[in-house]
């Protein structure tokens, strides 16, 4: 298997830079041009701004040559695998790959209690209730590493730190984009050096429902730029990182349940994502569904065994979280042109990621020094 995630310039290892700026262990080395502009100009504010979907390519197909994000686009880095908000945000979030944090998609086989879940709304996969489950937070609790960086950095008590985000759980809960600039630059001028993580849906949310470059996600984009341009200009003593999860592609979406010798010889549901899906097989009918999974898909997706995900540490370097192997299935494909498997008709979209193209692995590293 070629490996394309870069393990050791990926959005893990800026997080572990920032985890050295701020007197933390880190699991993974730190990049060096990032540590440097840390250590050389010892900002009291460090931000990142995590713009969902935004990959690199998108932006370059979107935004002109003389935009505030292409012009302080460092270089281009890598996601982790899969390229997909569970796994991505997780890792930039902690320091640690996905093979550690145990987070490897968005759906999830959870053999303690035999169900395939969806880990972040913690509901059965395809439950459009999303009707949430106590016992998969148990199990959550049990396995997942998800102890943050802004985490470690207040347990120190030496310096401070903010995470930003949308939701209901969220200490430090923003309502749009403007209201989380603006909280942002209200944090940024308070004392102390500090941490900021702020996270953004979009531009996902809208390639998923519209398209990869539908008019709503090029205004989003646009839109995006201009503001976070504003917010900087604005700032001072700060380091800003600019950064995605993962990029996207337009898809056309599969219905297993249109291949029923294939269904036929699984065990359970589909699980991690629809570009980088997996399967467990039924007792002795391997050779069966590899023959059929090749015949109907290997133009599109490319099949591997368990120990080939293994040998080539896909999911990243460190230690295995107790997990990994129970969740990963018998096999795992990988996304190689536009298509999605989807194993019924729920949840397809018009644009997605997770795949293996330079369009969802690649992310903007883009940093601003004011």
Excluded at 120 to 138: I, M, Q
Excluded at 227 to 249: P, Q, R, S, Y
Aim: charge should be negative; charged fraction near 30%; include cysteine.
């Amino acid at each position: 298997m070629e490996l394309k995630n870069n393990y050791n310039e990926c959005i893990t290892n800026l997080a572990c830079s920032i985890r050295k700026y701020f007197e933390l262990d880190y699991k993974h080395n730190t990049i060096d041009y990032i540590d440097r502009i840390l250590e050389e100009r010892k900002p009291k504010n460090v931000v990142t701004i995590l713009f969902d979907g935004m990959g690199s390519n998108i932006i370059d197909n979107i935004l002109p040559p003389d935009s505030f994000m292409i012009k302080n686009r460092l270089k281009k880095i890598t996601s982790v695998f899969p390229a997909t908000t569970s796994a991505a945000t997780t890792s930039i979030r902690t320091g640690l790959n996905p093979i550690e944090t145990g987070i490897l998609g968005w759906d999830m086989y959870f053999k303690d209690i035999d169900k395939t879940i969806e880990v972040f709304p913690e509901c059965e996969k395809g439950d459009e209730t999303k009707t949430h489950l106590s016992e998969v937070k148990r199990v959550k609790e049990k396995y997942m590493k998800t102890k943050t960086i802004v985490d470690d950095i207040n347990e120190t008590n030496k310096y401070k730190a903010y995470e930003l985000m949308p939701f209901e759980f969220a200490k430090y809960r923003h309502f749009d984009l403007d209201d989380m600039l603006d909280k942002i630059e209200e944090l940024c001028n308070q004392d102390g050096k500090k941490y900021i993580y702020a996270y953004n849906t979009e531009p996902d949310m809208a390639m998923h429902k519209f398209g990869t470059y539908s008019s709503e996600v090029k205004d989003l984009i646009r839109y995006r730029n201009i503001m976070v341009e504003k917010l900087c200009n604005k700032l001072e003593d700060t380091v800003v990182f600019i950064v995605a999860d993962h990029g996207h592609v337009p898809i056309e979406n599969i219905q297993l349940e249109d291949y029923k010798e294939i269904v036929e010889c699984l065990e359970r549901d589909t699980s991690i994502e629809p570009r980088a899906v997996n399967f467990f097989i039924k007792d002795g009918m391997k050779e069966r569904f590899v023959k059929l999974f090749n015949q109907n898909f290997k133009e599109d997706f490319d099949l591997y065994t368990r120990n080939d995900v293994i040998d080539s540490k896909l999911f990243g370097e460190g230690e295995e979280n107790e997990i990994f192997k129970s969740a990963l299935g018998d096999f795992l494909a990988i996304a190689k042109t536009n298509k999605a498997i989807y194993y019924n008709k729920k949840g397809e979209h018009l644009s997605h990621h997770a795949g293996y193209t330079d369009d969802e692995i690649y992310v903007p590293l883009i940093v601003v020094e004011k």
